[in-house]
């Protein structure tokens, strides 16, 4: 399921908007946050247990006791940023009143080399929750499921088509998640945005105000 300085979906953004929350953050939510940024500066391979709580300032016990496993947590990690993500695309939307220039900005703060990490992480841990395993085995339904009934409304705000708006949004769903693996894949970071961009373009005679 990629930033500008600042934005909340971006990297910046959730540093800086972790960091104002702390102070009344829980327990289980610092470590998240701490956890969320680590691994945008030092990635998310190759971790274990005891050592990611090392790095995070706590003892393995109380990464099992707030989040199960370690899977537990990278599962948590993922939902705490595809949720930003998703804030950040509601806000374009108010933003950005051409919904194509909206997707634009989303797809460039996605694809950005700062949150690779995280992508990476994504699509480790939806490969493993394909394959039933623990902690990740709901992540692949949900993390689709969590993104159609928002992009399903603003499909059918942006086309006036609300009959065709559920499946615009499932389309566009698979569309980004293939190229942000694709990205991860090739590293042609140039064919993979001309290649949004050829989609954007289909789309936006479906955007126009008239409707044509």
Known sequence: ????EGTPGSEAGLEAGSKAGSQAASPRQRLLTATVELMAEQGSSGWTLRRL?????????MVIYHFGSLDGLLVAVVQEVEAHQRERRAKLAVEHPDPIAAARVLWQELSAPETGPHERLFFE??????QGRGATAALPQASVEEWLEPLTGMFATATGDEQNAAVDARLGIAVVRGLLLDLLATGDRSAVTAAHERYLSLYAPLAEPDGS
């Open 1 to 4: 399921m990629p930033e500008t």
């Open 53 to 61: 709580a090392e790095a995070i300032g706590t003892s393995h016990r």
């Open 125 to 130: 841990l939806y490969a493993a929750g394909l």
